[in-house]
């Protein structure tokens, strides 16, 4: 997380009497003020809740712990301008109701500048996070400074470094954020009309992002709509195709080139066709008919009289003697599935 160097508030110094061996260095609550941020001045709001009180005294000590561990002793100065040393801080701590405190050991030129009210408000130098909480201090130079001009008077405590009226506008410049905000709209931050020309932009990208979300939920319904159609016609293929291969099975069955209770053949023939296997189709064409004649009708062409049944089941007895059925009843059943006409027949001469 990225921190800016604050150099901020200012607290007010006894007038007489003995110099404080503790100052308040950062005061409890939100205060706004105009102090310098990273070398330049900005209206900020500082936030030490009694919540976080205990935790920003800490990463304040664990900073000077830091800096005290360096050949570099940590110091304060005068009008942060890193010069002479007016005192030096020794450790920090949270008192509820103040706010951060922070004990020191003052130098001879800072004890001599108070006791000759050459100076009477301290301001601290800490580095802040982007939610307006202190976050610790900075690694180089003075840690706060003896000043003379604070922002907000009418706080006989606590008061800000001024670094310009509150009623001072802001200079000139756009923000950072702003900036870039220019530079990807390709708009000269400089220019009289950038802002306006910036809020064309803008719009004229949301009208073009509504735009491509309108198309691409279209198309998205069309796509949505040409998959259902595929779906309901690969699924009228399956099913042609399953009538299909249920036909020829049925075909190969009865003329014999598949035995009628083979059903591991006639579930492999099935399967293949219905994927689409036309060389399957073709072996099963070309499979040897065992049931040779059944496709003869059982009238016979002298007088155009049907054949006695003697003439039916001989066909029957036929092909249980030439090993093409096991039974009678199941060479009937053949010779009925090759002309369920004369089966008929048949049937009338037993009645």
Not at 67 to 89: I, M, T
Not at 132 to 146: D, I, K, S, T, V
Not at 222 to 236: G, I, M, S, Y
Request: contains cysteine; charged residues 25%.
């Amino acid at each position: 997380m990225s921190h800016r160097l604050i150099t901020a508030f200012a607290s007010a110094l006894p007038e007489s009497g003995e110099l404080p061996a503790e100052i308040v260095y950062l005061p409890e609550g939100e205060s706004k003020i105009r102090p310098y941020v990273d070398g330049k001045p900005k209206t900020i709001t500082v936030k030490v809740p009694a919540s976080k009180g205990s935790e920003i005294a800490a990463a304040l000590q664990a900073g000077l712990l830091k800096r005290q561990e360096s050949n570099v002793r940590p110091w304060f100065d005068f009008e942060h301008k890193a010069g002479a040393s007016s005192a030096l801080p020794k450790a920090f701590r949270y008192e509820p109701g103040r706010g951060v405190m922070c004990s020191v050991e003052w130098t001879g030129a800072g004890r001599s500048a108070i006791e000759g009210k050459d100076f009477s408000y301290f301001s601290p130098t800490f580095l802040m996070d982007a939610d307006g909480f202190p976050a610790g201090l900075p690694e180089r130079g003075p840690l706060g400074a003896l000043v003379n001009e604070p922002a907000f008077r009418e706080i006989p405590r606590i008061a800000a470094s001024d670094a310009a009226s509150d009623t001072d506008p802001e200079p000139n410049q756009p923000p950072i954020m702003s900036k870039l905000i220019f530079a990807a709209l390709a708009i000269s931050a400089a220019a009289e009309n950038a802002e306006s020309e910036a809020v064309k932009a803008i719009e004229t990208l949301k009208s073009d992002h509504q735009s491509v979300s309108a198309k691409a939920a279209a198309l998205e319904q069309a796509n949505a709509e040409l998959k259902t159609k595929v779906q309901a016609a690969e699924a009228e293929t399956r099913k042609t195709r399953k009538d299909r291969a249920d036909t020829l099975v049925k075909a190969a069955v009865a003329d014999g080139r598949i035995a009628p209770k083979d059903d591991a053949m006639q579930g492999k023939f099935r399967e293949k066709i219905e994927a689409g296997d036309t060389f399957a189709e073709e072996i099963l064409a070309q499979l040897p008919k065992q049931h040779e004649g059944l496709d003869k009708p059982l009238v016979k062409a002298a007088g155009g009289k049907q054949a006695h049944a003697s003439d039916f089941e001989g066909k029957a007895r036929a092909l249980v003697t030439a090993g093409q059925a096991k039974t009678l009843d199941e060479a009937l059943g053949l010779v009925a599935a090759a002309d369920p006409s004369a089966y008929g027949e048949y049937l009338k001469t037993l009645a």
